[in-house]
């Protein structure tokens, strides 16, 4: 049985996401970032986390291309073309929608007080509204590599949600909609709803 460590309003999310998507049970530890619980198995004290037997991986979207490597599932297989694509996209959403959100939450609590520049903001939030565009532009089709999905629509539909709870633009009708008719699934309720064991 995996555990997933990280609570339920943090990256972990999209482990157990996936993880629903998947069909696989799974226990959540929902320890909260930089507590001493999450340093047990990350000494950064960063979640999520996953147990897997006497393995612990860090990062979520390690522990996501595990899973679909290991799953065969939400992934293109490793070493095709279309894997790399999807790779791509993959790394894309993190430079340019994890690292901008990531970017404003150290301006807004993760830095420490002393070092915190909240002006930068404004220019992330610009940052950001560029790259919903670009995204938006790409999507063609139910998913954003076409008929499957895979690890970049949950990617895209956790960073999304996030930049709502981050007070940042919206992104326009048409991502919009899409993200919440992702929101609808019932994997992503699952794990909105799943008890901490
Ligand atoms: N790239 C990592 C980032 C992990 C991360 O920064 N998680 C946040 C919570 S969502 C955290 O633990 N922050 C505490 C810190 O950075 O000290 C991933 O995707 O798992």
Redo the contacts with the bound molecule.
């Keep these: 049985m995996y555990t997933v460590v990280?609570?339920t309003k943090?990256?972990?999310f999209?482990v157990m996401w996936m993880l629903e998507e998947m069909g696989i049970t799974y226990d959540q530890n929902p320890a909260a970032?930089?507590s001493d619980e999450?340093k047990k198995f990350?000494p950064?004290?960063?979640?999520?986390a996953l147990v897997d037997g006497n393995d612990v991986l860090?990062?979520?979207?390690?522990?996501m291309t595990y899973l679909g490597d290991k799953h065969g599932q939400l992934t293109a297989p490793a070493g095709t073309p279309a894997r790399a694509r999807q790779d791509a996209l993959t790394f894309w959403l993190?430079d340019e929608f994890?690292a901008i959100l990531?970017a404003a939450?150290k301006h807004t609590f993760?830095l420490p007080e002393a070092e915190r520049m909240p002006a930068v903001k404004d220019s992330l939030k610009a940052e950001f509204v560029r790259s919903a565009a670009v995204l938006s532009e790409r999507l063609d089709g139910p998913f954003l590599m076409g008929d499957q999905m895979t690890i970049p629509d949950i990617l895209a539909v956790h960073c999304i949600n996030w930049s709502i709870g981050a007070g940042f633009p919206s992104v326009d009708k048409k991502l919009g909609t899409w993200a919440k008719g992702m929101r609808e699934r019932p994997a992503f309720k699952a794990a909105q709803t799943k008890e901490a064991t």
């Design positions: 990280g609570a943090s990256r972990g999209r970032a930089r999450a990350n950064l004290g960063k979640i999520p860090t990062d979520s979207t390690a522990i993190i994890d990531w939450a993760a």
